[in-house]
């Protein structure tokens, strides 16, 4: 069996300068056979909105490590579905300042219209939620 590839737009927040995180992730992503679209660091929700409207991505990576994961995905998820998008969205990374997952945040992200919440560095919950997510196919 093989995982469905999946078009992703991978994007840092608009306050995170983190550009590392970005790398390892769609290194991460493209090994799983996925092509990605890296927007870099520091993206406004301007920009990811514009991006995403343009692009039709099968899925929005939002990677956060400064500890403002939470807000900044927050307002991030908020611009993509005031804009009218209804594209995927999963947040992952430092959500938070507290430097452990807030329950109240997530449950939150997810109301907001997030289709996940990942902890910092919980890759095996990615790979296993874009299995869930997207399938799986035969290799004939």
């Not at 514009?50 to 900044?72: I, K, M, Q, T």
Request: with cysteine; hydrophobic share 40%.
């Amino acid at each position: 069996m093989r995982r469905r590839n999946v078009n992703i737009l991978l994007t840092g927040t608009a306050s995170d300068s983190h550009t590392w995180n970005l790398v390892c992730l769609q290194l991460f992503l493209e090994e799983l056979g996925h092509p990605v679209r890296n927007l870099g660091p520091c993206v406004t929700d301007e920009l990811l909105t514009a991006a995403c409207a343009a692009d039709r991505p099968d899925l929005v990576v939002v990677s956060s490590v400064n500890g403002h994961g939470y807000r900044d995905g927050l307002g991030a998820v908020r611009a993509l579905r005031g804009a009218g998008l209804r594209t995927p969205v999963v947040v992952g990374g430092k959500l938070s300042t507290a430097g452990r997952p807030d329950p109240v945040q997530r449950g939150r992200l997810l109301d907001a219209g997030c289709a996940a919440v990942f902890d910092d560095g919980d890759t095996g919950a990615l790979r296993a939620w874009l299995d869930t997510a997207f399938g799986r196919r035969a290799v004939a």
